[in-house]
């Protein structure tokens, strides 16, 4: 089946770092990435859109200055934390559709970001 | 704007039992495609099964099974013979058919399988 990873799986940071996420297609092309955020015991929350040689789509109410996204490749996209704050701590996963009818999305495994 | 509502929080039942987790939805468009997702521990996301909404014929993949009543905009998750590695968060999602490939996902249901 099709495959989507995530590096790193977990990470910690200070106060006002940077931190990047990658999110990989490992075995099919994708020119549209999805950028979701997980607090505990809750359900996925869109981020943005990313797209493959042109600007994200952020959903309402997600600083784009902050969540910056660079989809360089059709396999790879990032997501840059920028200037980060302990409220930004959370679970963020990516996720890719594969293509065909349905257009049926793989997740990546998830990125642990803890902010001190 | 779609929505996707699941009025489960929580959810528990012993093992080999048969549970139903239930979702509804609300959308505009007239096809678009709907999901169930299970999340264990590990937080990974697993495809369960997926139904057009132009297709009337209910999608089942072994265990699990869906009840999709498109007027009610219903669509409920079946899983017999339950097992222990069943239990997981379990989210419905919605997709529409113009082409943006967005998912709308319910709040979600975890189960829990007893042995």
């Known amino acids: 089946g099709a495959v989507v990873s995530q590096h790193p799986s977990r990470v910690i940071c200070k106060s006002g770092t940077s931190v990047k996420i990658e999110c990989r297609s490992l075995d099919f092309q994708a020119t549209t990435m999805f950028w979701y955020r997980q607090f505990p015991k809750q359900s996925l929350m869109l981020m943005a859109t990313s797209n493959e040689g042109s600007k994200a789509t952020y959903e309402q109410g997600v600083e784009k200055d902050k969540f910056l996204i660079n989809h360089a490749s059709l396999t790879l996209s990032t997501l840059t934390v920028t200037s980060a704050h302990p409220e930004d701590s959370s679970f963020y996963i990516c996720s890719a559709p594969r293509g065909g009818l349905p257009d049926t999305q793989y997740f990546g495994p998830g990125t642990r970001l803890t902010v001190l | 704007a779609q929505t996707v509502t699941q009025s489960q929080p929580e959810m528990s039942v012993q093992e080999a039992e048969t549970v139903t987790l239930s979702c509804t939805y609300d959308?505009?468009?007239?096809?678009?495609?709907l999901f169930w997702y299970k999340q264990p521990p590990s937080r990974q996301m697993i495809l369960v099964i997926r139904q057009e909404a132009y297709k009337q014929q209910n999608a089942t993949e072994n265990r699990f099974s869906v009840n999709f009543q498109k007027a009610a905009k219903s669509f409920s998750l079946k899983i017999s013979d339950s097992q222990l590695g069943d239990t997981a968060m379990y989210f419905c999602?919605?997709?529409?058919?113009?082409?943006?490939?967005?998912?709308?996902f319910g709040t979600g249901t975890r189960l829990t399988i007893i042995p």
């Open positions: 999602a919605l997709e529409g058919s113009l082409g943006n490939e967005k998912l709308t």
């Open positions: 959308t505009s468009e007239s096809n678009y495609y």
